[in-house]
Each structure stands twice: as C-alpha cells, then as structure tokens.
C-alpha cells in the first residue's frame, strides 16, 4: 500500500522539480509570469492530484509474465535522457539557447498538446490498472482491454507521448521539438509492433478483431 502511494507522488512530483531546477533557482518569478509555463506546472501537480485521488498503481517496473525481449537497458537509456531534457528545456529557454523566434503561439499550442497528452494518459491508466508497466508484457490473468479510451483508440499511452513530449518542447519555445519528435516516434512505432505482437500471441482471434475496428493511435473513421 506505501508503494502505491510513493510511486505516483514521487513520479508527479519529480517534473515539476526538474523544470525549476533547470530554470534556475535565483528568479522563479520569472518562469511563472508567462503563462504557459504557470500552466504546466499547474497541470502537472494536478494530474498528480488526479493519480492520487484515484489511487491509481504508476509503478512502471511489472516484468510480467512474458516480457517481450530484454527491455531494460533501452528503458533506462530512455528515462535517462528523459529527464535531463525535462531539466534542459527551461534552462536553455531562459538563455535562449535553440529557441523558435515569434514563439508565443508555440507555448500555448505546447500546453494544449500537454494537457491533451495528460489528459488521454490518466484515462488509459484509469483504464488499464494493475495491467500497467513499462514494459511490453503481459500480466497474471491478463485480459485484452477493449473498453473506455481503448474502445477508441488501442494504444493511448503511446498516444500520450507523442502529445506531451513535443508539447514540452514547444511551451519553452525549444527547437529541439524536432529531435524530441522523432526519437519519440521512433520509440513509439517500435512499441506498438511488438505489443501487436505479443497480444496477437496470447489472445488470437480475439486480439484480430479488435485491432481490424480500433486504430491504434487514432479512430478509426466510418
């Protein structure tokens, strides 16, 4: 039960500490006057309000029982990464250091991709349960989750990424929205086959015919 609790708060916790961080300590002021930058701090310590209030289990280490392959270096050669561009961003936002010139309009569209991205998060985790990791496996009992979000769409989580890391770059007007888009995508397709994969191996017919009516990063239209 402690678990459940620190996992969330200390993950939810930690963005919102690194942005500061990286902006530096001598003028938080500054970083809040603009609004885009107020507001995804705002959004991330509610989203992590949200996680808590639902009580919902972000530990991302569930190998599973039939863990795709040997995931764990690539995990932490992401994560690593990760988080030091989370750091990165304000720093070089408020040097301006690879920043867009007229970028006002960017910030705003990197929240509303932020907020969008955090938002389909929290409805697949909602969703998914004690099914969730990190890694691409199955659980104990696994069943092939068709309803809420994912009668829409069969990999938010994947979805999610693909909004809200590009949305991070663009609230701090960064460039390196460009590069943080592609290895995103890269990282994201890669996944999507091999959890194709491995639900098509454990659920068959079943996992067929949910993936021919659901798209898998967007509705499928008519």
Request: charged letters at 15%.
């Amino acid at each position: 039960m402690l678990r459940r609790f620190l996992t969330p708060a200390v993950y939810q916790a930690l963005v919102p500490l690194l942005l500061l961080a990286g902006w530096g300590r001598t003028d938080w002021r500054e970083f809040f006057i603009h609004p885009a930058r107020s507001g995804l701090i705002a959004v991330v310590i509610l989203s992590g309000g949200v996680v808590l209030l639902l009580r919902l289990d972000l530990h991302p280490l569930r190998r599973g029982t039939s863990p795709a392959g040997h995931q764990t270096f690539l995990l932490v050669t992401l994560a690593l990464p990760s988080l030091c561009w989370i750091w990165f961003l304000p720093f070089a936002d408020r040097r301006q250091i690879l920043t867009f010139t007229g970028k006002q309009p960017l910030r705003y569209l990197g929240l509303g991709l932020c907020i969008a991205g955090i938002v389909v998060r929290l409805l697949a985790l909602a969703k998914l349960g004690d099914y969730f990791s990190a890694y691409v496996t199955l659980q104990d009992e696994h069943q092939l989750v068709q309803s809420g979000i994912y009668g829409t769409i069969r990999h938010p989580l994947y979805l999610s990424l693909l909004l809200a890391g590009p949305g991070f770059a663009l609230v701090f007007a960064s460039l390196l929205v460009w590069p943080i888009l592609v290895v995103t995508a890269g990282f994201v397709f890669t996944r999507i086959r091999q959890e194709d994969q491995l639900l098509e191996s454990r659920f068959g017919g079943e996992f067929r015919e949910y993936r021919r009516r659901v798209g898998a990063l967007l509705p499928r239209m008519g």
